[in-house]
C-alpha cells in the first residue's frame, strides 16, 4: 500500500542550527502538507504546497520556515535557527487531487532542540 | 474560520464497553469531517471522514460517527471497546476539498479490563 514516508524518524539539533526534515509522498499526489505537533498539543497546520507554490500557510510558518520540492519525489521543510521552541513532531501529508479528502500522513519526524 | 472543540482529554472504559469520543465543530461552509488515531509514537491514521454523503459514517476497526448539522457534532462511537483501542483520537475539519485540517485537542482513551 502507497505510504508517505519521512526521514529521519529522529533528529536532534542544537539552537540555532537549520535542520531539513524530508518527505517522500505518495507518488501520484499532487497536495502536499506540513504539520505540526508540540507534544501534548494538537496538531496544527503549518504550510500547504501545490504545483511548485505555497497554497496557503499559517501564523507559523514565518521566515524561519521554507518548503521546497527539489525534484518529482521530495517535498522538505527547512527550519533555519532553530529555537527550542522548534521542538515538536512534524508530520508530512498529501492529498491525491482537488477533488479528494483524505489526507495521508507519514509517521513523523520528531524534532528536540537542544 | 474553521475550529473544532473535542471534549474531554481523558476518556476510560471498560474493555467491552461502549465508547463515545465528542466532537463539535465551527465552520462557515459545509464541513468535511474526520477522525483520526493516533497510536504511541506512530502518525496519523484516518479512522473515517464524512463528506456530505450519509450522515452515519462507518470507519475501520468498528468505529462511527455521525454527523449532526443541528448539534454541529460528529461524535465518534463503537459499541464494544477493546484494548487496542487505547490510543489517542483527533476530530478534525476542513472546508472543501484537498485543504488543510484544523484538528481539536484530541481525546486519550483508554481502556481498561
Known amino acids: 500500500e502507497p505510504e508517505v514516508t519521512q526521514t529521519p524518524s529522529h533528529q536532534v539539533t542544537q539552537m540555532g542550527q537549520e535542520v531539513i526534515l524530508r518527505c517522500v509522498p505518495i507518488?501520484?499526489?499532487?497536495?502536499f502538507y506540513w504539520y505540526r505537533q508540540i507534544l501534548g498539543q494538537k496538531v496544527e497546520f503549518l504550510v500547504s504546497?501545490?504545483?511548485?507554490?505555497?497554497?496557503?500557510k499559517s501564523e507559523i510558518f514565518d521566515d524561519q520556515f521554507s518548503v521546497e520540492r527539489p525534484d518529482g519525489s521530495n517535498f522538505t521543510l527547512k527550519i533555519r535557527s532553530t529555537k527550542l521552541e522548534d521542538s515538536a513532531m512534524y508530520f508530512c501529508?498529501?492529498?491525491?487531487?482537488?477533488?479528494?479528502?483524505?489526507?495521508?500522513f507519514g509517521q513523523g519526524t520528531r524534532l528536540t532542540v537542544v | 474560520a474553521q475550529s473544532v472543540t473535542q471534549l474531554g482529554s481523558h476518556v476510560s472504559v471498560s474493555e467491552g464497553a461502549l465508547v463515545l469520543l465528542r466532537c463539535n465543530y465551527s465552520?462557515?461552509?459545509?464541513?468535511?469531517l474526520f477522525w483520526y488515531v493516533q497510536y504511541p509514537n506512530q502518525g496519523l491514521q484516518l479512522l473515517l471522514k464524512?463528506?456530505?454523503?450519509?450522515?452515519l459514517v462507518k470507519g475501520i476497526n468498528g468505529f462511527e460517527a455521525e454527523f449532526k448539522k443541528s448539534e454541529t457534532s460528529f461524535h465518534l462511537t463503537k459499541p464494544s471497546a477493546h484494548m487496542s483501542d487505547a490510543a489517542e483520537y483527533f476530530c478534525?475539519?476542513?472546508?472543501?476539498?484537498?485543504?488543510?485540517?484544523?484538528f481539536g485537542t484530541g481525546t486519550r482513551l483508554q481502556v481498561t479490563l
Open positions: 501529508a498529501s492529498i491525491m487531487t482537488d477533488s479528494d479528502t483524505e489526507a495521508f
Open positions: 507518488s501520484n499526489h499532487l497536495y
Open positions: 504546497f501545490y504545483n511548485n507554490e505555497i497554497s496557503e
Open positions: 465552520s462557515s461552509v459545509p464541513p468535511y
Open positions: 464524512y463528506t456530505s454523503a450519509a450522515t
Open positions: 478534525a475539519v476542513s472546508e472543501s476539498t484537498a485543504s488543510k485540517l484544523t
